[in-house]
């Protein structure tokens, strides 16, 4: 009989420690409701070599010694944060920091918005369950009994032309926040969160909802059908641009305008940054999207040059705080996309190059974006015939970097082709 070397032990009992971890992190996920501060754990090892390639943690199969640190925050079984450092600061900075029990910025947002239902859920009558340990889910991750719950802002009047705000990944509605009362002035401007980020539904993936291109594009028609009677605008940024156009294509008839912000146009796009991919990996993918510094602050900062106000950080952690469905559902669409973003992307250029694709095409491009190059996009516009504008300071999230310059380009390209200036 083998026995086990004092090496391969020691990695097994390291592989046993981080699914020890992420077992505690999903039960306080599962059961999370509004967050309140009361104590914190810390939990803090190292990754020794040499780690075995075959069972990697970091997907690199080098020995590196590097810490893996994990703190979180809870009320009995209920409520949790991670890694935040609790002795400072009024909410979670970027250093760390409390959670304030009055009002938030986030609670402010919500007030603003309303609920729609729109696109039936196909989930079972079965309760979802954490897919590895078989923990069942708290009711956020449930999916709808009938139809899903989106999250929206309107902005203007309903009798006006309507112009639909898709956000990217991972982001809000609250992106466009500058940009929905500049639209408001002529246009019916709608926000929505998609099923899976901010206010709107996140049900468990396999329960439900898969969060696939295919099942966006159709729960995009659906959404559009309850919020907008007439021909629309769509505007739509970074990663969830595919689902647009894809739906788009399809239904011309209804779509006066499709205004792109940085999407992935180029063969070169058709990798997602680590920034993202981390969110795909086994096990380390559940527990670090369970993280609402890394889901939220990295990701939105890492994509190009703006500081994030503290407020507004606050709106984008919330889902993250609040429940684990929000990490559960990054962690599926990051799959999806690590596996099939390349075909997305080729799908988009075929449609968006086709003689039958009709719909007036405009591409904005925020040029410090720091996932997706410029090179070919500009070339890709020319051959396409599709009018591309610069936006030199902007990054990735070009609403959230420069949002009244953007209101701005959309209120005069909407307004243009509509009175054929």
Same mark, same amino acid.
């Given at each position: 009989?083998?026995?086990?070397?004092?090496?391969?032990?020691?990695?097994?009992?390291?592989?046993?420690?981080?699914?020890?971890?992420?077992?505690?992190?999903?039960?306080?996920?599962?059961?999370?409701?509004?967050?309140?501060?009361?104590?914190?754990?810390?939990?803090?090892?190292?990754?020794?070599?040499?780690?075995?390639?075959?069972?990697?943690?970091?997907?690199?199969?080098?020995?590196?010694?590097?810490?893996?640190?994990?703190?979180?925050?809870?009320?009995?079984?209920?409520?949790?944060?991670?890694?935040?450092?609790?002795?400072?600061?009024?909410?979670?900075?970027?250093?760390?920091?409390?959670?304030? %029990?009055?009002?938030?910025?986030?609670?402010?947002?919500?007030?603003?918005?309303?609920?729609?239902?729109?696109?039936?859920?196909?989930?079972?009558?079965?309760?979802?369950?954490?897919?590895?340990?078989?923990?069942?889910?708290?009711?956020?991750?449930?999916?709808?009994?009938?139809?899903?719950?989106?999250?929206?802002?309107?902005?203007?009047?309903?009798?006006?032309?309507?112009?639909?705000?898709?956000?990217?990944?991972?982001?809000?509605?609250?992106?466009?926040?500058?940009?929905?009362?500049?639209?408001?002035?002529?246009?019916?401007?709608?926000?929505?969160?998609?099923?899976?980020?901010?206010?709107?539904?996140?049900?468990?993936?396999?329960?439900?909802?898969?969060?696939?291109?295919?099942?966006?594009?159709?729960?995009?028609?659906?959404?559009?059908?309850?919020?907008?009677?007439?021909?629309?605008?769509?505007?739509?940024?970074?990663?969830?641009? =595919?689902?647009?156009?894809?739906?788009?294509?399809?239904?011309?008839?209804?779509?006066?305008?499709?205004?792109?912000?940085? =999407?992935?146009?180029?063969?070169?796009?058709?990798?997602?940054?680590?920034?993202?991919?981390?969110?795909?990996?086994?096990?380390?993918? $559940?527990?670090?999207?369970?993280?609402?510094?890394?889901?939220?602050?990295?990701?939105?900062?890492?994509?190009?040059?703006?500081?994030?106000?503290?407020? %507004?950080?606050?709106?984008?952690?919330?889902?993250?705080?609040?429940?684990?469905?929000?990490?559960?559902?990054?962690?599926?669409?990051?799959? %999806?996309?690590?596996?099939?973003? +390349?075909?997305?992307? $080729?799908?988009?250029?075929?449609?968006?190059?086709?003689?039958?694709? +009709?719909?007036?095409?405009?591409?904005?491009?925020?040029?410090? %974006?720091?996932?997706?190059?410029?090179?070919?996009?500009?070339?890709?516009?020319?051959?396409?015939?599709?009018?591309?504008?610069?936006?030199?300071?902007?990054?990735?999230?070009?609403?959230?970097?420069?949002?009244?310059?953007?209101?701005?380009?959309?209120?005069?390209?909407?307004?243009?082709?509509?009175?054929?200036?």
């Amino acid at each position: 009989m083998l026995q086990p070397t004092v090496k391969t032990t020691a990695t097994l009992s390291r592989l046993a420690t981080v699914i020890t971890v992420y077992k505690t992190l999903t039960t306080m996920a599962t059961q999370a409701k509004t967050p309140s501060l009361c104590y914190t754990h810390k939990l803090r090892f190292f990754l020794h070599n040499p780690i075995p390639a075959s069972i990697s943690l970091f997907g690199n199969g080098k020995g590196q010694k590097k810490p893996l640190n994990l703190s979180c925050s809870a009320n009995g079984d209920d409520d949790y944060y991670i890694d935040a450092d609790y002795q400072v600061g009024d909410g979670f900075s970027f250093s760390g920091g409390k959670y304030s %029990d009055g009002p938030s910025p986030s609670d402010e947002w919500f007030k603003q918005g309303k609920i729609v239902k729109a696109y039936t859920s196909l989930g079972s009558s079965e309760k979802a369950k954490d897919p590895i340990f078989g923990l069942a889910m708290g009711a956020d991750s449930q999916a709808a009994a009938d139809v899903f719950r989106w999250f929206c802002v309107e902005s203007g009047s309903a009798d006006n032309p309507s112009v639909i705000l898709i956000h990217g990944l991972p982001s809000q509605a609250y992106s466009y926040r500058k940009v929905l009362p500049i639209l408001s002035k002529a246009y019916h401007a709608i926000a929505f969160d998609w099923l899976g980020f901010g206010f709107s539904d996140k049900p468990q993936p396999k329960y439900g909802f898969d969060y696939t291109l295919n099942e966006y594009v159709t729960s995009l028609e659906s959404f559009i059908n309850e919020v907008a009677v007439g021909k629309v605008s769509l505007v739509v940024q970074g990663y969830f641009a =595919p689902a647009a156009v894809k739906y788009a294509s399809t239904h011309q008839e209804k779509i006066d305008n499709i205004i792109l912000l940085n =999407p992935p146009l180029t063969a070169k796009h058709a990798n997602l940054p680590s920034t993202l991919s981390i969110f795909s990996n086994f096990l380390l993918g $559940e527990i670090f999207s369970q993280d609402p510094l890394r889901a939220s602050d990295k990701t939105l900062t890492s994509c190009g040059p703006y500081q994030m106000k503290e407020d %507004d950080a606050m709106v984008y952690r919330n889902p993250y705080l609040t429940s684990g469905a929000s990490g559960f559902a990054l962690n599926a669409i990051s799959r %999806d996309m690590k596996k099939e973003l +390349k075909k997305y992307v $080729e799908e988009m250029r075929t449609i968006l190059t086709d003689e039958n694709w +009709k719909v007036p095409t405009t591409i904005c491009w925020g040029k410090r %974006d720091r996932w997706l190059t410029y090179d070919g996009v500009e070339d890709f516009c020319k051959d396409s015939k599709h009018k591309l504008i610069e936006i030199p300071m902007a990054g990735h999230h070009v609403q959230e970097d420069r949002g009244e310059e953007l209101g701005q380009i959309i209120y005069d390209i909407i307004r243009k082709r509509r009175f054929g200036l």
